[in-house]
C-alpha cells in the first residue's frame, strides 16, 4: 500500500473514495439532446478507467424548464436522463470510481431565449453580465415549485444510482438569494443573512425529505464573492457554520470569487500567468473552522500541489479538472510512479473559451479529449514499423513524431531553426503566456524516451528528404505571417511577429491592425504599449479579439485599459504611406465609402499565417498519394489514406499551418489523427 498522501481513501459517510482525487463538475457542453449519451459517457469513463476517485458529472445540470441551459448541459428535470445517467454511473463503478452529479437553477445566469422561452427569474431585476438577459423578479409561487423542482431532480438522481449530489450555490440561484447585489426582496426570502438563505435551507430539507439523510448532498459554494457590495468572506464563514448546523450537508466544494463577469470569473478559475492554488488557504480555513469533509479546485494543476493541499491538511479531496482534461490517465500515472509522462494543463482555457464560443470543449494540447469515442488516448504500436520523415517541429510537427515514436517507427524530425517549437515559441516570449512551452518540451521529453532523431538547423529540401529513405513524409512547416493585406505600402508595415521577436522595435504612437483577431495582435499590443507607446488597435470585425473569449481576454485588458491604448473596431486598413518620419494610414470601412487617417510612427499587420507549402507541392509528384482528403475517415479520427501513385516510395502528409493558418488545437489533432493509424 502506497503511503502517498493523494492515493489514500476518503471515507464520505457510507462512500469510500479510493484515493484523494477528483474531477469538479463542469460542462464540456457535449450531451446530446440534454442527455448524458456516448460522447460524455466515454469522456467520463476513461478517467474512471485511469483511476480518478470521484467524477463530479454534469456542469450545472438543470432542475427546472425555466433554467435554460447555455453550454448544453445535462436536463435534470427530464425522466428520460435517469436511464441516460444510470448507464454512465455504471460503467464508472465498474471501474471503481464514485459518480456525483451537480445539480442548479441558473436564475438569472442563462438567456431566455434559449429552450422554451419562459421568463428566468432571480431575487432581483438586474442583468447578469456574462448571459445579458434581464430576469423577471422571482414571486413566491416560482420559489416553492423550484424547491420541488429541486427535490425532483435529487431523486431522479439516486434512482440513477449516483453515489450523491451538489448543488451549485456560486452564481446560480442559490447564490443569487444570499447576495446582497442580487437580492432585493422584501419578503421572508429576501433582507437579513437567515432570510436570504432560506430558500437555501427549504431546498436542502426538501431533498432530504425524498432522499433521506444517508444520501450524500454537498454544497458547492462560495465563501467569499470578493466583490464590492457582495457577500464578505465574514457572512461566507457564517453561512458555513449555519449549513453546518443544519445537518444537512455532508461536504463542501469551496470556491472563492464570483462568476458574473470576465475577471471575476478569471479569479475564480485562474489562467496560465496566473499563481497556482491561490484559494487553497481559502479553502483550508473553512475546512478547519467548520470540520466539513472540504473539496475544493483552482489552478491546481500539478501532482506535487495536489500533494500539498492533502498532505496539509487543508483539504479532503483536491479537485483537478483541467488537468483531467489535459491528462485523464494522470491518477494512473501517479499509481505507476510515471509523474513525468503526465501530459500538463498549460491553463491555455481553451476549453472554457471554446464552450463560450458555443462549441465544445476541447484540451488545446489533448485532442483526444471529448473525442473518447474515436480518438483513443493511448497510441497502439503499428503492425508494421516504417520511417516517418517529418518537417518542421512547431506542435504539429512534434505532436506527429511522438505519437510515430509511440507506435514504435523510426522518426527523423528536420527542424530549421536550432530549437522546436515553432510559434509556440512566440507566444511563450511572454512572461505570462510561459507555461504554453510545456505543450513542446512535454512532447520532446516523450519524443526523446523513444529516440527520435531531431537534426536542427536543417532547412529541409526535396533532396534533404528524399535522402532519408521515407514510408511516409509529413509536411508540418507551418507558415510565416501574412502582411500583404495592402497591396502598395506594404514594406512599410511589420508583422506581430517581428514585435514579439524583438527583431522591430516598437515604435512609440503605434496603429495595429488586426485582421485576425487573434493572441497575435493582443501580445503584441501587450508588448508595445508595456514601452508606454500610444496604441491603437483596429480591426475591421464587429468587436475586437472575437477568436479570444472570456477569460483569456481579462490579462490583456487588464494591462491595456490602464496604459495608452484605444480600440477601434469596423474599421479596416486601406493604406499606408511614409510622410516625413511618420506613416500615413488611411482606414476605411466595409460599412460604406468613409475614409479617417492616422498619422503614426509604426504599423502592425496581424492578419494569420501563409503557409510555408513550397516543399509539399515539390515532393507531391513524387509521392504514392495525391494529398487527397477523405473528409468521412477525418471526421471519424481515421487519417486520409488516398493512394494514386502506387509505385512511387512514399506517402506525403501536410498538417497544421502548413494547410491553413490555424491554431494549435488543429495543428496537433491533424497529426495526432493522421499518425495514430500510420
Ligand atoms: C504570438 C502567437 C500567439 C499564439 N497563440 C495561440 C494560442 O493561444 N492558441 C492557439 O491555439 N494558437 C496560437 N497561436 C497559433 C499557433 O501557435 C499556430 O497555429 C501553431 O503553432 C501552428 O503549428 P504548426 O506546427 O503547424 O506550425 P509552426 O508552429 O509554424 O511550426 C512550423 C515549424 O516548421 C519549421 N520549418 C518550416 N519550414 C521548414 C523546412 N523547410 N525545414 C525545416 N523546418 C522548417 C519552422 O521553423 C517551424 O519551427 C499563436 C501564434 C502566435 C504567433
Ligand atoms: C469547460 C469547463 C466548464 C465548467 N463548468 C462548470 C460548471 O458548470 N459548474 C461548476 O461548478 N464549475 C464549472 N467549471 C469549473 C471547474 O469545476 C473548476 O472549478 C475549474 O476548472 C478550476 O479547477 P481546475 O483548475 O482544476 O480546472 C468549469 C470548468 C471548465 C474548464
Redesign the pocket.
Known amino acids: 500500500m502506497s503511503n502517498d498522501p493523494l492515493l489514500q481513501p476518503f471515507q464520505l459517510k457510507h462512500l469510500t473514495l479510493r484515493n484523494r482525487i477528483m474531477i469538479?463538475?463542469?460542462?464540456?457542453a457535449y450531451p446530446e439532446d440534454g442527455m448524458p449519451k456516448g460522447r460524455y459517457r466515454a469522456y467520463h469513463v476513461e478517467r474512471a478507467k485511469a483511476g480518478v476517485a470521484l467524477t463530479?458529472t454534469?456542469?450545472?445540470a438543470s432542475v427546472a424548464r425555466d433554467s435554460p441551459p447555455v453550454?448544453n448541459?445535462i436536463l435534470a428535470w427530464k425522466d428520460e436522463v435517469v436511464g441516460w445517467m444510470k448507464q454512465m454511473v455504471d460503467e464508472c463503478h465498474d471501474h471503481g470510481a464514485a459518480v456525483m452529479i451537480?445539480l442548479t437553477h441558473l436564475g438569472r445566469r442563462t438567456r431566455w431565449d434559449k429552450a422554451d422561452w419562459l421568463p428566468i427569474v432571480a431575487p432581483c431585476h438586474e442583468r447578469e453580465a456574462a448571459h445579458r438577459a434581464f430576469p423577471k423578479r422571482i414571486e413566491d409561487w416560482d420559489i416553492a415549485r423550484i424547491i420541488e423542482d429541486f427535490a425532483d431532480a435529487a431523486e431522479r438522481m439516486k434512482a440513477a444510482g449516483v453515489d450523491g449530489i451538489e448543488l451549485?450555490a456560486?452564481g446560480h440561484l442559490l447564490e443569487q438569494f444570499w447576495s446582497p447585489l442580487t437580492n432585493d426582496l422584501d419578503n421572508d426570502y429576501g433582507g437579513s443573512l437567515d432570510n436570504r438563505l432560506r430558500f437555501t435551507f427549504d431546498v436542502l430539507r426538501a431533498i432530504r425529505a425524498r432522499c433521506g439523510q444517508d444520501f450524500i448532498v454537498g454544497l458547492?459554494y462560495t465563501g467569499d464573492q470578493c466583490q464590492p457590495g457582495g457577500m464578505t468572506a465574514a457572512e461566507g464563514m457564517e453561512i458555513s457554520h449555519k449549513l453546518k448546523a443544519s445537518g444537512l450537508v455532508d461536504f463542501l466544494n469551496v470556491?472563492r470569487g464570483a462568476i458574473d463577469t470576465d475577471p471575476a470569473l478569471t479569479d475564480?478559475?485562474?489562467i496560465q500567468g496566473m499563481k497556482n492554488a491561490p484559494h487553497l488557504d481559502f479553502a483550508g480555513k473553512i475546512r478547519a473552522a467548520t470540520g466539513f469533509p472540504t473539496f475544493h479546485?483552482?489552478?491546481?494543476?500539478d501532482v506535487a500541489t495536489a500533494r500539498h493541499a492533502i498532505a496539509s491538511g487543508k483539504l479532503d479531496m483536491v479537485?483537478?479538472?483541467?488537468?483531467h482534461?489535459a491528462d485523464p490517465h494522470l491518477v494512473r500515472k501517479v499509481i505507476e510512479g510515471r509523474e513525468d509522462d503526465i501530459r500538463p494543463?498549460v491553463g491555455a482555457?481553451y476549453?472554457?473559451d471554446r464552450?463560450y464560443q458555443g462549441g465544445l470543449?476541447f484540451c488545446l494540447h489533448n485532442p483526444a479529449t471529448g473525442r473518447e469515442e474515436t480518438i483513443p488516448h493511448s497510441i497502439a504500436p503499428a503492425a508494421v514499423k516504417k520511417r516517418i520523415t517529418i518537417v518542421g517541429a512547431g506542435p504539429a510537427g512534434v505532436e506527429a513524431a511522438r505519437v510515430a515514436a509511440e507506435r514504435g517507427h523510426a522518426v527523423t524530425v528536420f527542424e530549421a531553426a536550432d530549437q522546436p517549437g515553432g510559434q509556440i515559441r512566440l507566444t511563450a516570449q511572454d512572461e505570462r503566456r510561459r507555461e504554453m512551452i510545456s505543450i513542446i518540451a512535454w512532447r520532446m521529453a516523450q519524443c526523446e524516451k523513444r529516440g527520435v532523431s531531431f537534426r536542427f538547423n536543417t532547412f529541409a529540401e526535396a533532396e534533404t528528404v528524399l535522402d532519408t529513405n521515407p514510408d511516409e513524409v509529413i509536411i508540418a512547416t507551418g507558415g510565416l505571417p501574412h502582411t500583404a493585406v495592402l497591396g502598395a505600402g506594404n514594406d512599410l508595415v511589420h508583422s506581430a511577429w517581428d514585435i514579439l521577436s524583438g527583431d522591430v522595435k516598437p515604435g512609440s504612437n503605434v496603429l495595429i491592425f488586426d485582421d485576425a483577431g487573434d493572441h497575435a495582435a493582443l501580445q503584441a499590443a501587450d508588448l508595445v504599449s508595456a514601452t508606454g507607446a500610444a496604441v491603437e488597435i483596429v480591426t475591421p470585425d464587429r468587436s475586437f479579439a472575437p477568436e479570444i473569449m472570456a477569460m483569456n481576454l481579462v490579462p490583456y485588458m487588464r494591462n491595456l485599459q490602464k496604459r495608452n491604448t484605444t480600440f477601434t473596431v469596423t474599421w479596416r486598413l486601406m493604406s499606408v504611406a511614409r510622410e516625413g518620419n511618420q506613416l500615413r494610414a488611411v482606414l476605411g470601412s466595409d460599412y460604406g465609402d468613409v475614409r479617417r487617417e492616422r498619422l503614426v510612427d509604426q504599423v502592425i499587420v496581424n492578419h494569420g499565417t501563409r503557409p510555408l507549402d513550397d516543399l509539399y507541392f515539390e515532393l507531391k509528384p513524387q509521392s504514392r498519394n495525391l494529398g487527397e482528403v477523405d473528409y468521412d475517415a477525418l471526421a471519424e479520427g481515421r487519417s486520409q489514406q488516398v493512394v494514386r501513385n502506387p509505385g512511387a516510395g512514399f506517402r506525403l502528409f501536410r498538417i497544421g499551418d502548413a494547410v491553413s493558418a490555424r491554431n494549435t488545437h488543429a495543428a496537433i489533432y491533424d497529426a495526432l489523427r493522421l499518425v495514430k493509424d500510420l
Open positions: 469538479t463538475s463542469h460542462e464540456p463530479m454534469a456542469g450545472s453550454f448541459n451537480q451549485e456560486y458547492r470556491v475564480l478559475i485562474p479546485a483552482a489552478k491546481i494543476p479537485g483537478m479538472t483541467r488537468a482534461m494543463c482555457n476549453c472554457l464552450i470543449a
